[in-house]
């Protein structure tokens, strides 16, 4: 059973910044197709995905997040990371690591960030961020 914890969440004033990681316990992991991700789920709203990779080395973004949030990956840390600058209001929400190996060959970040379901794949518990004016 693989397991996801994420850590690095926090209260954090607008226009700071704030990375989030993302510790996969499967050192296996990275040896078969793969798609890792960033979604965020604000108080009373639907989860929306914010940043995916996958193994292939593409990379997607959430369109109103671009030049804000980069995510990154250390392979030999079995480690997922987010990085959020210039945060402001909008981005007070939990976030939340995920990762799928898809049997589908066409499955790719892209996939994961538009059409990820909560109940496919593997969540983390999802680390708290907090953004004051």
């Known amino acids: 059973q693989v397991q996801l914890v994420e850590s690095g969440g926090g209260s954090v004033q607008v226009g700071g910044s704030l990375r989030l990681s993302c510790v996969v316990s499967?050192?296996?992991?990275?040896?078969?197709?793969?798609?890792m991700g960033w979604f965020r789920q604000a108080s009373g709203k639907e989860r929306e995905g914010v940043a995916t990779?996958?193994?292939?080395?593409?990379?997607r973004y959430a369109d109103s997040l671009k030049g804000r949030f980069t995510i990154s990956q250390d392979n030999a840390k079995n480690t997922l990371y987010l990085q959020m600058n210039s945060v402001n209001p909008e981005d007070t929400a939990m976030y939340y690591c995920?990762?799928?190996?898809?049997?589908?060959?066409?499955?790719?970040?892209?996939?994961?960030?538009?059409?990820?379901?909560?109940?496919?794949?593997?969540w983390g518990q999802g680390t708290q961020v907090t953004v004051s004016s």
């Open positions: 995920a990762a799928v190996w898809p049997i589908d060959p066409t499955v790719d970040a892209g996939t994961f960030l538009r059409a990820f379901r909560v109940d496919v794949g593997y």
């Open positions: 499967d050192s296996g992991y990275k040896y078969s197709s793969y798609c």
């Open positions: 990779i996958d193994s292939d080395g593409m990379i």
